[in-house]
């Protein structure tokens, strides 16, 4: 993390937690926005120039870590100097990966029947997962960050086929 002090909770006005209010995130990154946006640097020097699309840049770095719960996660634990380590450590447990091939089959079962209803009610189900998993992940990241980085490794498969899905979905649409 090659940040100064201010970390992305911090940038936006947050307390540093996994429950956030989002309007709050949207209604403070709004205002940043608005304070640096390059219109207001016109006459500024060049110096003055980059420090604003700095932090323009920075801002709409921490708004969308902080907007997606699971990079919000990851994020928090980074704090802490945990590593999820996603790419590396793909260790899952049985039963999770049992469900996780579960949605897969359906998935593909849907898509070759060109079944949106089923898809979306597949969305709708990982979605209901996604949801205990933070909710757990609240619970745990303070006291157990190992626990943690596990629930963000599953939340990240999660948000992968969920990505599938809605992909599938978009095409059966067009």
């Not at 060049?46 to 921490?62: F, G, H, V, Y």
């Amino acid at each position: 993390m090659s940040h100064t002090a201010h970390h992305f909770f911090e940038l936006l006005g947050l307390p540093q937690q996994f429950s956030i209010d989002l309007e709050v995130l949207q209604r403070n990154y709004r205002k940043i926005q608005a304070e640096v946006h390059p219109d207001k640097f016109v006459t500024a020097t060049p110096s003055e120039r980059l420090q604003s699309m700095q932090t323009a840049t920075l801002m709409n770095e921490a708004y969308q870590t902080l907007k997606h719960p699971t990079s919000r996660a990851r994020y928090l634990l980074q704090l802490q100097g945990i590593e999820t380590l996603e790419d590396s450590n793909t260790a899952m447990p049985a039963d999770f990966l049992m469900t996780q091939m579960e949605w897969r089959e359906a998935m593909e079962d849907a898509q070759h029947a060109h079944d949106i209803d089923a898809l979306e009610d597949l969305l709708r189900t990982m979605k209901a997962s996604a949801k205990a998993l933070q909710e757990e992940f609240a619970d745990t990241v303070s006291g157990n960050p190992q626990a943690a980085a596990q629930l963000v490794r599953k939340l990240s498969f999660i948000d992968k086929v969920s990505a599938d899905v809605q992909e599938i979905i978009s095409r059966l649409e067009d």
